[in-house]
């Protein structure tokens, strides 16, 4: 039988010590998505009703996030008072501060109304602060968040700019 040469041993030691330390480093950020798009229905939030959203996570370190997000909306389903069927399209760029799955969320956003009907604004700014549920390896997405809307048009009778409080929810899948 042959002895294991001392050099052989500290070698096995060293490497592993180094993929100790590997595994070390990974769970640094547990944070880190590998499933950066997501699709989700957000009801009310940045349109008039519902929109279908797609949104994809653009920069992440550390525990901030950053997004993009567009979508599609509708007042299809919910027509009564309303002068007729129009499209909305929400556009949005989105933080995120969080570990693993629960985030602090807040974004910037723009509406569009695809309308021509005097009464109703075609062109709204939004703020978003909120909280998401998203794991980082891929699954269900929770959004909830207080979206209130500011317009330069504004349609009523007292002067200076709308401002229309909102709230969201979302519920989709990441990938």
Known sequence: MHPIPKLTLKYCLLLSL???????????????????NAYYLEISGSSDTYSLNLDRIVYQRYSFKAAVRAGIGTNLFFQEGEPGVYPIVPVEALGMVGGTQNHVEFGLGYTRRFTDHPDLMQNMYFARVGFRYQDPRGGLVVRLAVTPFVSPENKSDTPGLAVVPRFGLSVGRSF
Do not use: D, E, K, Y
């Not at 180094?18 to 950066?36: E, I, V």
């Open 18 to 36: 180094l993929l100790l330390a590997g595994l070390a480093q990974a769970q640094r950020s547990p944070g880190t998505f590998t499933a950066r």
